[in-house]
């Protein structure tokens, strides 16, 4: 019995954060609410204008291929890709075709191998190529379609990939890939809500062994006749990309388990049904009449490779943290995620690694000793800075843009838990000092000033013992009768006697030799 194999590649169309859109001088603001108030004869494809290119957004594309390993060609030019449609007044799209400014590149992906049929893969970027984006098409309750020009003419940057991906998760990994490169690269804002990022997936399925994939392009054996493809869009969300592609796998093995046939086409993802529908039959590159732009001379891009220069990416951010702080690898994902965050933590890990070293204890030790030491203090930083303080900050709606709170005093904060000056409970107190004021607040201060450090002093504890071993005789009999674990219930009483500001292991030490000597 035949079997089948899915095949998927992925097209992405990102907006890029340019000042001006692609071919005038017009505020390239797609988000502005108010219909077509940034817009011109060019954006709105009057007769007779003549478009000229954003050299921002050439270099901003040129960029995204150099980190995504592309080649830059050293000719490029524009095409006009025609097609009627009310969103497109010129009969055409001014996009690229034969000559891309970026193509030949890969991104490697890893996935979670409990839920995915492979750990790891090397996805083929086919092109990255600069366009224009089309006009907003906003139907009203009365049946009517209206125009908006306000995206029209926007810098839209459309991203190829070869058909290599084998799984719906794995389109979604390579999506939320390609979002944290964008914004490291800061060349857009990626916010699929909002439509700066779009994705589209290019689904077929195949009898296996009845094919092959060279150079980015399925190819049929044995005289084998490929099944159509389908372009599925409306792909609004990570999830929605997953669940689209996931799908329309099924549906189109439905289909020939059923031997139905179908033909290339469209199809739109239905987020209230969870389903595909479709909506046209599917183009060739032939139906578009691509041809030169005539107003437009062809241009050369490696002129701006040597301005360019790109910053650590994220991937290599990921593994230096787990290399060099000791981050665990769910960690190292998280913080390395958004610059933001990244900086932070790169900031914070540097005041603790210096502080680290100052101790009298790390003097002297061995290099073995001060790594783990360095790698105790990056974990215990790294869970907090993932689960106590973006927690915090989530459930007071605080970005990290707008955190006052410096990474230095953040850093002292972790060093007084690492040197057991304050437990948990009260770092967590302190953290929401330092969260709630409205300047940048020392924790060393808050401690002091709230009496927040661990209670060492055993003439301190003595009365909160002796009023535990009062009010718990029962356990207290228990203990001394031989049940040991009873001893870390007492423990406990006497931290919530002292708020949790005790020194539990000065606790432990002083109920021991109370409770023998009774």
């Not at 169309?13 to 340019?18: A, F, K, P, Q, R």
């Not at 690229?96 to 839920?115: H, M, N, R, V, W």
């Not at 290599?164 to 389109?171: G, P, S, W």
């Not at 690492?418 to 009260?426: F, P, Q, V």
Request: glycine share 6%.
């Amino acid at each position: 019995m035949a079997t089948y194999t899915p095949i998927i590649g992925m097209e992405v169309h990102i907006e890029l954060n340019t000042n001006s859109k692609m071919f005038c001088a017009c505020l390239n603001n797609p988000d502005e609410q108010t219909p077509n108030t940034n817009i011109c004869p060019i954006c709105t494809g009057h007769p007779g204008t003549l478009p000229t290119p954003n050299k921002a957004a050439i270099i901003s594309t040129i960029t995204i291929g150099k980190a995504l390993g592309c080649s830059i060609r050293e000719l490029s030019k524009f095409d006009r890709k025609h097609y009627f449609y009310p969103d497109l007044p010129k009969g055409y799209q001014i996009s690229q075709y034969d000559e891309p400014i970026a193509e030949y590149g890969s991104i490697s992906l890893t996935f979670p191998l409990e839920e995915n049929i492979r750990d790891t893969a090397k996805i083929g970027i086919c092109r990255a190529h600069l366009e224009e984006d089309t006009a907003k098409l906003l139907h009203d309750t009365d049946g009517s379609t209206l125009v908006d020009f306000n995206r029209s003419g926007t810098p839209l940057v459309e991203i190829v990939t070869d058909p290599d991906f084998k799984t719906a998760l794995e389109a979604k990994i390579y999506c939320q890939e390609l979002r944290i490169l964008l914004r490291a690269l800061d060349v857009s804002d990626a916010d699929m809500e909002k439509g700066h990022m779009r994705c589209e997936a290019n689904i077929s399925i195949q009898e296996s062994g009845q094919f092959e994939i060279v150079d980015g392009v399925v190819k049929p054996l044995n005289g084998y006749t490929l099944l159509p493809k389908v372009e599925l869009k409306n792909l609004n969300s990570f999830k929605a990309v997953e669940r689209g592609i996931a799908y329309e796998i099924k549906r189109q093995t439905a289909l020939i388990e059923k031997k139905e046939s179908w033909h290339q086409e469209t199809r739109g993802w239905d987020e209230a049904t969870q389903q595909t529908v479709a909506q046209r039959t599917k183009e060739d590159a032939a139906e578009y009449r691509y041809f030169p732009e005539p107003d437009i001379p062809p241009f050369h891009p490696q002129v701006f490779l040597k301005n360019i220069s790109l910053p650590e990416l994220p991937q290599a951010k990921r593994i230096r943290f787990k290399e060099e702080y000791g981050f665990s690898y769910a960690d190292s994902m998280l913080l390395s995620k958004h610059k933001a965050w990244a900086d932070f933590t790169e900031h914070t890990m540097s005041e603790l690694v210096d502080w680290l070293y100052t101790l009298p204890d790390i003097k002297g030790d061995s290099d073995e000793i001060k790594e783990e030491k360095k790698t105790k203090l990056a974990r215990l930083a790294g869970g907090w800075i993932t689960t106590k303080l973006m927690g915090a900050m989530n459930e007071r709606n605080i970005v990290i843009s707008s955190l006052h709170m410096s990474a230095e005093n953040f850093a002292e904060l972790i060093a007084l838990i690492y040197a057991g000056r304050i437990n948990s409970t009260n770092a967590q107190k302190i953290l929401s000092h330092m969260l709630d004021a409205t300047t940048d607040k020392d924790p060393t201060h808050i401690m002091e000033e709230h009496g927040y450090g661990q209670i060492t002093d055993t003439s301190a504890l003595e009365p909160h013992i002796a009023t535990v071993i009062t009010n718990f005789p029962k356990q207290v009999a228990a203990f001394q009768s031989g049940k040991e674990p009873i001893l870390k219930f007492l423990i406990g009483m006497v931290m919530k006697e002292t708020e949790g500001s005790a020194d539990p292991e000065v606790v432990e030490h002083l109920l021991r030799e109370k409770l023998i000597t009774l």
